[in-house]
């Protein structure tokens, strides 16, 4: 595996050993549709949310930096964003109010967008095979639900969070596994 690919991997190891041990500490939280965003409003859990989306953005870093190095600035640009969204959804804690609040919401849909359209010229322009494109419409449907669960349609944002940032990260570290050298 190609080490832009493997600092990829890591990122995605790193923030989800993080959320699980959000999780363990919170004894849950991802009721009540409110998402990942919960252990970011807690005492007990902003540290290990906080690393984790830290730990997640540094590794993701290292592999634009790869990427451009090896001539994929596009793809380490896109990378660069996903970096600055991520710090943006962490630094707009929903919990300290309603103008942390509203801009925790702009920089989450933000984020998602990004990491949509992203993922679509990940597919169609950069690495297009059957797995990459099942990740991407797997990616697509988390962020439906997740959307509708926004919307108070349905209580399933924390799943549908978890299948679009599952799906979007696997995307990430397949498509620049398979990429040639250069």
């Known amino acids: 595996m190609p080490a832009a690919a493997r600092y990829l991997l890591l990122a995605q190891i790193a923030f989800w050993s993080a959320m699980l041990l959000c999780l363990a500490i919170a004894h849950g939280g991802l009721g009540d549709n409110h998402g990942f965003s919960f252990y970011g409003g807690r005492l007990s859990t902003i540290l290990p949310y906080a690393i984790g989306f830290l730990a997640a953005a ?3 870093t290292q592999a634009a930096a790869l990427l451009d190095r090896s001539g994929r600035s596009r793809l380490a640009a896109g990378l660069r964003i996903l970096v600055v969204l991520l710090l943006a959804d962490l630094l707009t ?4 109010g309603s103008a942390f609040y ?3 919401i702009a920089a989450s849909i933000a984020l998602f967008l990004f990491e949509a359209v992203f993922g679509l010229w990940l597919v169609t322009a950069v ?3 059957a797995a990459s ?3 991407y419409a797997t990616q697509i449907t ?7 669960s926004q919307l108070q349609w349905i209580g399933l944002l924390s799943l549908g969070i978890f299948v679009f940032q ?3 990260g ?3 570290v397949i498509v620049v596994a398979s990429l040639p050298d250069r």
Request: hydrophobic share 65%.
């Open 166 to 168: 599952v799906a979007f």
């Open 127 to 129: 690495v297009s095979t």
């Open 170 to 172: 696997a995307l990430l």
């Open 93 to 96: 804690p929903d919990t300290l």
């Open 133 to 135: 494109i099942r990740l």
């Open 142 to 148: 988390g962020g439906v639900v997740a959307g509708l």
């Open 58 to 60: 540094a590794l993701i």
């Open 102 to 104: 509203a801009a925790h």
